[in-house]
């Protein structure tokens, strides 16, 4: 049985940065979203905290997730993140039940 990577990541963003960083995180979801074994990938932010980026995926199993995360447009909008974070992301790995 193959066991799914399930993430739930939370982002807080700098108030000043939150414009230009928004726009690169959909750009991203795009190509995450036609990977072969991404699942889901639901981008959001919280209604009564939109500098906070919530991120929900789903992929097939944890070779798919590494794949993933080598990608040049998941690296890129990392680096991007760099010096626009108010912490370092917490990110919770889930299993179904």
């Not at 750009?27 to 699942?39: A, K």
């Not at 997730?65 to 447009?73: I, S």
Request: hydrophobic residues 40%; charged residues 25%; negative net charge.
């Amino acid at each position: 049985m193959v066991n799914k990577i399930i993430t739930y990541a939370v982002l807080k963003i700098q108030s000043e940065y939150i414009n230009e960083v928004l726009p690169l995180a959909k750009e991203t979801r795009i190509h995450i979203l036609n990977e072969e074994g991404c699942e889901n990938f639901i981008l959001m932010r919280k209604v009564k905290d939109p500098n906070t980026i919530i991120i929900f995926a789903v992929y097939t199993s944890k070779q798919t997730y590494d794949w993933h995360l080598e990608q040049d447009y998941v690296t890129q909008f990392f680096a991007f993140l760099n010096g626009k974070l108010m912490v370092e992301p917490n990110v919770t790995y889930l299993e179904e039940i």
